[in-house]
């Protein structure tokens, strides 16, 4: 069964940066889109910036101009480098692929607060 590990979550003051991980446990990421999802408490999973496997990207309004999204095929890992953080990014953030969804991983947790 492939796995998502995702880290590098934390507190973090509005303004602060962050950079996310995520590891896929097999080559099957080489072949996907991969996603960056975030689920605030009480609000559905929302998906917030995608890359393909070539390197094209794509952002949620939300995010944009403020998250970049990269990925090293190399090493199967997916970043997301979070810039300008809101109170309203706080989240669990997970990585997955865009479509065929995997099994969640346990996500990162990301607070913005003062």
């Known amino acids: 069964q492939v796995q998502l590990a995702e880290s590098g979550g934390g507190l973090v003051q509005p303004g602060g940066s962050l950079t996310l991980s995520c590891v896929v446990s097999?080559?099957?990421?080489?072949?996907?889109?991969m996603g960056w999802y975030r689920q605030a408490p009480g609000k559905q999973r929302e998906l917030v910036a995608t890359?393909?496997?070539?390197?094209?990207?794509r952002y949620a309004d939300s995010v944009k101009g403020r998250f970049t999204i990269s990925r090293d095929n190399a090493k199967n890992t997916v970043f997301l480098q979070m810039n300008s953080l809101k109170p309203e990014d706080t989240a669990v953030y997970y990585c997955n692929r865009q479509i065929f969804l995997l099994s969640w991983g346990q996500g990162t947790q990301v607070t913005v607060s003062s």
């Open positions: 890359v393909t496997t070539t390197g094209t990207t």
């Open positions: 097999e080559n099957i990421f080489r072949v996907s889109t």
